[in-house]
């Protein structure tokens, strides 16, 4: 008999009533491969906010620091406390 796979949750995205310093990813499933290597983020990311003037875009800080804002919203998932 074949065990079922458990489901798994739906994915909440950022949106502009997500709390700045939530722990995102970047969701690579919704894009091209060929577009991957142009994006800058590989592992987690610290959501900051969004931008006043560009609603729909955020700020973003990776492990290295490094300061990223203007992309989309939409694009990060909030990561679930048990995958951190």
Do not use: C, Q
């Amino acid at each position: 008999m074949k065990k079922k796979n458990k489901k798994e949750p739906a994915r909440k995205y950022v949106n502009s009533k997500t709390k700045p310093y939530t722990i995102v990813k970047f969701d690579f499933d919704k894009m091209p491969k060929e577009y991957h290597k142009g994006y800058p983020f590989k592992e987690f990311t610290l959501y900051l906010g969004e931008i006043e003037h560009m609603p729909g875009h955020g700020v973003f800080v990776n492990k290295d620091g490094k300061v990223l804002w203007g992309y989309h919203l939409d694009e990060f998932y909030i990561v679930p406390e048990e995958e951190i």
